[in-house]
């Protein structure tokens, strides 16, 4: 376990493989940590260096007092690239992960080599959602939106299965602040004028049971991004890194591939 203050926050993250391997780095999505990412790492070519880390408000990462606000999550991310001596980095982001993701690459020109937008858009539901969302947590917790919110992260068979139960308990154990914190800021996050000015290699990653980012939303970003590319696994919700790691694996692997990394 490692932290750093970046951007006047203390970030937990992990650091795996060489010091002088190609970099990536994952973020998470709303209200899960990065354990996020366990279940993939070990399916990916060897040789890289892999860093995963909390955002803040999530994790073990400091909860600072929200509002917080895209661009200031995109700081930390650039805050602990550049903390690290890093550069050339594929960033791979995963729902708020990939908003975070996008913004790193549109307010910090050179630090990326690619940036995979997984399980994510350039805008990702309207305000008046997220704001019921706030709403409901602050008066019932976050246990309250449990149930409903497995059914967008997972196929129904996972959730059969019992395998999502400990996501679910991840959710319930985030910090409310935290997570209330980064509601508002993709509340208010709308990249959709910038992202025609993303020029590096990317790739976005959907799945067809997905009930937070779905496809079509997916297919909207990409037409925003000349040269964009979705690619849509099947039979999995909206954490398929979790439910369908090897596949995940593959098409993250073809990425790297393309981007000279492996
Ligand atoms: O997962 C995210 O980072 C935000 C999108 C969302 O609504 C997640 C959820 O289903 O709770």
């Known amino acids: 376990m490692h932290t750093a203050t970046v951007n006047g926050a203390n970030l937990h ?5 060489p010091a002088d391997g190609p970099a990536v780095i994952f973020a998470n999505s709303l209200g899960t940590d990065l354990r996020l990412w366990d279940a993939l790492l070990s399916h990916l070519p060897e040789g890289l260096r892999l860093i995963r880390y909390d955002k803040r408000g999530h994790g073990l990462s400091e909860e600072t007092p929200g509002p917080y606000m895209i661009e200031q999550l995109a700081d930390d991310a650039a ?10 980095v594929v960033f791979v982001g995963l729902s708020i992960g990939g908003l975070i993701g996008q913004s790193v690459a549109l307010r910090h020109d050179g630090l990326l080599r690619g940036l995979v937008i997984s399980n994510s858009a350039a805008k990702i ?6 704001h019921g969302r706030v709403v409901t947590i602050r008066r019932h917790g976050l246990a309250s939106i449990g149930p409903a919110t497995m059914e967008r992260w997972f196929s ?3 959730r059969a299965s019992g395998a999502a139960d400990p996501w679910q308990r991840m959710l319930e ?4 602040d935290g997570y209330i914190a980064c509601c508002e800021a993709i509340a208010a996050a709308d990249l959709r004028s910038a992202v025609p000015g993303l020029k590096l290699p990317l790739r976005l990653i959907a799945a067809e049971l997905d009930g937070a ?35 995940y694996a593959g098409i993250l692997s073809g990425f790297l591939r393309e981007v000279g990394h492996v």
């Open 125 to 130: 539901g309207d305000a008046g959602i997220w």
């Open 79 to 88: 805050g602990l690239i550049r903390h690290l001596g890093l550069r050339d």
């Open 213 to 247: 980012t779905p496809v079509s939303v997916m297919q909207d970003t990409a037409e925003l991004i000349k040269g964009a590319r979705v690619e849509v696994m099947r039979g999995v919700g909206h954490l398929p890194c979790v439910e369908a790691p090897e596949a």
């Open 156 to 158: 129904p068979a996972f």
């Open 173 to 176: 154990r985030q910090p409310v």
């Open 13 to 17: 993250y992990a650091d795996q493989g």
